[in-house]
């Protein structure tokens, strides 16, 4: 059992049938201080009820109710007698498996609409008999089950929300938890606090406090490392595990010749001097451009990198074993749960594997480490949040993501020293402005990326020909879909012109204007 899963307060179990916005149920939970957990759609009630939980959602879904392959929740699950709310698909199901009839409907809705809702209803408890809420789904509700009855209505549905009060089971056609329906996080407080009693005691400070009492209690007097790359996510890891066991921690800096300007010096500081964590920095730069020598393909540059990183924290951690004769049991990842549930194929879940970690089941068999993956239940807010309370300053808490292979992929084609030098000055540029212009926590991520593309330029009365820079700024909730951000024309231009004028190599700068999809965030 991971820390969270161990929490001990109130907890929300979530039924994911395939949609897009199941982790946004989660998230909306969360901020109301309750804590939620994600499990497949088949898990078993008898599961549930183990688990504690006050309340479960069915999430929404893509398949149709009467389809071949349509995803089905235990029957028993109806009869826990803990409240039950289903949400889109969700509520198909429930009125399906009740007794109920779902139909195609003439009409797709999708989109906003206004609900005519009974205040009579605990779920509306304390909102208007008419407001806005989003849809998106092609059936609709045509018969109730016995002993529910209609408590909300759209033009297109008499049953966009349903009841049976006796047995707590509530359904809803529209979605709660995206921001177009502005109501719905009070028709999720209403769920959570009148009709499932939870009280507001998932905060960090509860997870600090349960996590370290867990962590000690898995690693007793045995050792812990940790392969800290100075992003957010591995460095609150190192702050969460040294606040609970201390010195029992050695992290593990490898410096690959792919970092920012100063990272490693950063890194050092924080972690090292300020923190005074047990600390082993790696020079291995050389060694990675020599296996980067050549290559242009970014999936054999992710691999190459991968590969090497895993080499070279071996023979770290085995120098530390001979010099300190110290035994390290367990190996420390900060894994999220995004990471989690997007990363593990669940056998049967309708949810499409979106993309996989290199921290999420990647370890290779011949480390023989138990992994402590303090985080995995937590979403990057809520690293965000420990870290600030562990005392992690602002610039790492608050950092932009930066890719696991660093620069390399930013630099389209062979990766060799003189392009990570133009590619390092000018991101510094981009970063400084970005910070001076205070747009750079205002966005999701801010970099800049060496084309392979040489053009004709003039500078004073010689012509050169030169290489070119491209500003990547977007705007994104989670990553999973991004638009470019529209900077001011000045920020854009002071950008340009410094990066023109003080990186050598360089003689033209692009902005890109594509979002996510169809392209990637990253070039690479």
């Known amino acids: 059992m991971t820390q969270t899963e161990a929490f001990h307060g109130s907890k929300i179990v979530i039924l994911d049938f395939g949609s897009q916005y199941t982790q946004v149920i989660a998230r909306r939970i969360r901020e109301c201080q309750v804590y939620s957990q994600i499990l497949p759609f088949d898990t078993k009630a008898a599961e549930i009820a183990k688990a504690g939980a006050r309340g479960v959602i069915l999430s929404g879904g893509p398949a149709s109710v009467y389809g071949k392959r349509a995803p089905h929740s235990d029957p028993a699950l109806f009869e826990?007698?803990?409240?039950?709310?289903g949400i889109c698909y969700g509520v198909q199901l429930m009125a399906h498996q009740l007794g109920g009839k779902v139909e195609h409907s003439e009409r797709r809705e999708y989109?906003?609409?206004?609900?005519?809702?009974?205040?009579?209803?605990?779920?509306?408890?304390?909102l208007p008999d008419k407001f806005d809420v989003w849809n998106s789904h092609a059936d609709k509700l045509t018969k109730l089950p016995n002993g529910f009855r209609s408590v909300g209505k759209t033009d297109n549905s008499d049953f966009a929300a349903i009841?049976?009060?006796e047995k707590r089971l509530y359904g809803l056609q529209f979605h709660p938890e995206v921001a177009h329906t502005p109501r719905g996080k009070e028709i999720l407080q209403n769920f959570l606090y009148h009709i499932c009693g939870c009280k507001t005691d998932w905060t960090m400070g509860s997870f600090i406090d349960q996590t370290c009492e867990e962590i000690r209690r898995q690693a007793?007097?045995?050792?812990?490392?940790l392969g800290l790359s100075g992003g957010v996510d591995s460095s609150v890891a190192a702050a969460l595990l040294h606040k609970a066991i201390g010195d029992q921690l050695t992290c593990i800096f490898v410096n690959n010749g792919l970092l920012r300007a100063r990272e490693a010096d950063t890194v050092r500081k924080v972690f090292g001097e300020n923190f005074h964590m047990k600390l082993k920095y790696v020079e291995a730069s050389?060694?990675?451009?020599?296996?980067?020598?050549?290559v242009r393909d970014p999936e054999r540059k992710r691999k190459i990198i991968g590969a090497e990183f895993v080499k070279v924290f071996e023979k770290a951690a085995r120098e530390l074993r001979k010099k300190g004769k110290t035994r390290f049991r367990y190996l420390a990842q900060g894994t999220l749960y995004p990471d989690v549930i997007e990363s593990v194929s669940i056998s049967g879940n309708p949810s499409a594997l979106i993309k996989s970690h290199h921290n999420v089941g990647g370890l290779p068999k011949r480390m023989k480490f138990k992994?402590?993956?303090p985080l995995r239940q937590l979403f990057k807010d809520e690293v965000r949040q420990v870290g600030s309370q562990l005392g992690l300053p602002h610039e790492i808490v608050f950092r932009q993501p930066f890719p696991g292979p660093g620069l390399a992929?930013?630099?389209l084609g062979e990766v060799t020293p003189g392009r990570l030098r133009i590619l390092r000055d000018a991101d510094e540029i981009v970063l400084s402005e970005m910070k001076a212009s205070e747009w750079y926590y205002r966005v999701w991520q801010s970099f800049a990326v060496l084309l392979p593309v040489r053009s004709v330029g003039v500078m004073g009365d010689e012509r050169t020909y030169e290489n070119t820079i491209a500003l990547r700024v977007v705007e994104s909730q989670d990553g999973m879909t991004a638009d470019w951000v529209r900077l001011p024309?000045?920020?854009?231009?002071r950008i340009a012109s410094r990066v023109i004028n003080e990186v050598k190599g360089v003689n033209r700068v692009c902005y890109d204007v594509s979002s996510k999809p169809p392209s990637t965030i990253e070039w690479e």
């Open 489 to 493: 024309y000045d920020v854009l231009a």
């Open 163 to 165: 009841e049976q009060p």
């Open 80 to 85: 826990l007698g803990v409240p039950v709310l």
């Open 111 to 126: 989109g906003a609409s206004e609900l005519r809702a009974d205040a009579g209803c605990d779920l509306f408890r304390g």
């Open 409 to 411: 992929v930013r630099i």
């Open 220 to 225: 007793g007097e045995d050792h812990v490392v």
């Open 371 to 373: 992994l402590i993956e």
């Open 286 to 294: 050389a060694r990675f451009l020599k296996r980067l020598k050549g």
